[in-house]
């Protein structure tokens, strides 16, 4: 190494990204009764357990049917408003983008708070709409600007070419401006759901008896009961990411998924 | 005042906040978070730009997986990569029995529930975050210009400090922005990893709306919080916008 500190320090990045997820794995195939490390004996019973676990499973399908939902409806929302960022003259443009740019950081528990009292509350919305309401406006920002990023690309002359060559408005967006589209769209929706899926903090007041998401109950569980069914269930969400990663990595590349949403 | 609870007068919130700027316990927490956040900040952005920097730069096939593992952890549950610290630095954890069996310390110490605890799990959280922004800000700087510095005599340490941090500057403006103001709203590392006894803002808050329903005490903590993030991002772009001028 010809650079002692750099490699230190790099050591020292992966080793705290990297090495607590390890252990997540490890200790879901403990035989045992507790979170221990080393973990006594190797047993897939904790698996078992936790894909038997009616709340992990129910809450599991709450947050997929949530999480499908909010990105539908954010890239129902967000590709039109994209469009016309992009293409049309829009007045205030600057306005609309900065809108869009906003929410990213934006404290999501002050957000959960308000959508509390405003919705659930004031306009007595139940726990599901409410949750719908808060997360399709999380989405929003990723829908435009990964598909932004996709458009910025494309050649506005192709629509034209196929405008000229006497395609309808609406013809010319099927068939030459959504494929232009698509992956932005497909990279879109992918890290919308996975992020939707994961959400503590916006959910995490929005919570009802009859609708709770996976996170928050993996979360009251942990609190409860110091057992190895939530690394058992962890380890099946990690599985799982990493599916959806490499399909993502296969189809637009890591890079360009989140190098659009960091510019 | 969006959060505000339609029956809760505006007034009682901005008198619960003057209380809340007195009173010791709350000054204790405002100031925990934004210490924790600031050191985690300074951790992310020392330990993400060397990774950056030689992702970057590397010619190695290598530094593509590596770019991945970096950023995989994004896509990946907070709750699940929180969930590995209590593993680790929890009671019966392998941190505490690796001391003891090293003769380090005869009793595991405490090591959950501590600011260490929540300053090693934000780390974790945010340096994809910090290594992103500072990779994108490396990848436009010329390969070109460190050569030049270093054939014009300078050091590497030179060359770095004065050629490619200047240019940098705004990515890892960029990534502290983004490591800060996750820190101060980060709620399930503070949860799991701090508990009752290092309460931040994020956890505060949940207590006051759930726990013991004072919704003007939480209408306040969510004002700080807001007041917190609006004010780093001003700062911030402040500093953007003084780079791009001068």
Redesign the interface.
């Known amino acids: 190494m010809k650079r002692p500190i750099t490699a230190a320090l790099a050591v020292i990045g992966y080793v705290i990204m990297i090495v607590p997820i390890i252990f997540v794995v490890a200790t879901a195939f403990t035989a045992g009764n507790v979170l221990r490390f080393p973990p006594d004996g190797i047993s897939l019973r904790w698996f078992d357990e936790a894909l038997g676990y009616e709340p992990f499973v129910e809450a599991a399908i709450s947050s997929l049917e949530l999480a499908v939902l909010a990105t539908g409806l954010a890239l129902l929302i967000g590709v039109p408003v994209t469009l016309a960022i992009h293409r049309g003259k829009l007045p205030g443009k600057g306005l609309v983008e900065g809108l869009f740019l906003s929410p990213l950081i934006v404290p999501e528990l002050v957000v959960g708070l308000a959508l509390f009292q405003q919705l659930m509350i004031g306009m007595d919305l139940d726990n599901f709409s409410t949750l719908l309401v808060g997360h399709t406006a999380l989405m929003l920002p990723y829908a435009v600007r990964v598909t932004g990023a996709s458009l910025a690309l494309a050649d506005p002359a192709l629509e034209e070419a196929a405008r000229g060559l006497g395609a309808s408005p609406l013809r010319a967006f099927f068939n030459v401006t959504l494929p232009v589209l698509r992956p932005g769209i497909f990279s879109a929706a992918l890290l919308s759901v996975v992020t939707s899926f994961n959400n503590v903090p916006l959910s995490l007041l929005l919570q009802g008896r009859d609708f709770r998401t996976l996170p928050v109950t993996m979360l009251d569980y942990v609190q409860q009961s110091y057992d190895p069914m939530v690394a058992a269930a962890s380890t099946l969400i990690l599985a799982a990411t990493v599916v959806i990663a490499v399909v993502a990595e296969r189809t637009v590349g890591f890079a360009k998924i989140f190098g659009g949403i960091n510019q | 005042m969006?959060?505000?609870?339609?029956d809760v007068p505006t007034t009682e919130i901005f008198a619960r906040l003057g209380e809340m700027l007195k009173d010791p316990y709350d000054l204790e927490v405002i100031g925990r978070t934004v210490g924790l956040a600031l050191a985690v900040t300074i951790i992310c952005v020392?330990?993400?730009f060397?990774?950056a920097?030689?992702l970057a730069r590397s010619p190695s096939r290598w530094s593509g997986v590596?770019?991945?593992?970096?950023?995989?952890?994004?896509?990946?549950?907070?709750?699940?990569?929180?969930?590995?610290?209590?593993?680790?630095l929890?009671s019966?954890?392998?941190l505490g029995?690796l001391l003891v069996q090293l003769g380090i310390v005869d009793v595991a110490p405490q090591l959950l529930y501590t600011k260490l605890a929540i300053v090693?799990g934000l780390?974790?959280l945010f340096?994809?975050?910090a290594?992103?922004?500072c990779y994108?800000a490396v990848a436009q700087v010329d390969p070109g210009l460190d050569d030049a510095s270093r054939g014009l005599g300078a050091s590497?340490i030179r060359t770095m400090w004065n050629v490619v941090i200047p240019l940098t500057m705004p990515g890892i403006v960029?990534a502290a922005?983004?490591v800060f103001?996750g820190s101060?709203?980060?709620?399930?590392t503070p949860?799991?990893l701090g508990g009752s006894s290092q309460r931040m803002l994020?956890t505060q808050?949940?207590n006051y709306?759930?726990t013991t329903l004072d919704?003007a005490s939480?209408?306040a903590t969510?004002l700080i919080?807001?007041v917190l993030?609006f004010l780093i991002?001003g700062l911030s772009s402040l500093i953007g916008r003084k780079g791009a001028t001068s």
């Not at chain 2, 969006?2 to 339609?6: N, V």
């Not at chain 2, 590596?66 to 680790?88: D, E």
């Open positions: 969006l959060f505000a609870p339609p020392v330990l993400g060397p990774i920097y030689w590596f770019l991945a593992v970096a950023i995989f952890p994004l896509m990946l549950s907070n709750v699940v990569r929180t969930f590995g610290w209590l593993v680790i929890g019966k954890g392998a029995q090693l780390t974790q340096l994809p975050l290594i992103i922004s994108s590497r960029v922005t983004l103001a101060v709203t980060a709620y399930t949860y799991l994020s808050l949940f709306a759930s919704w939480a209408s969510a919080m807001t993030v991002s």
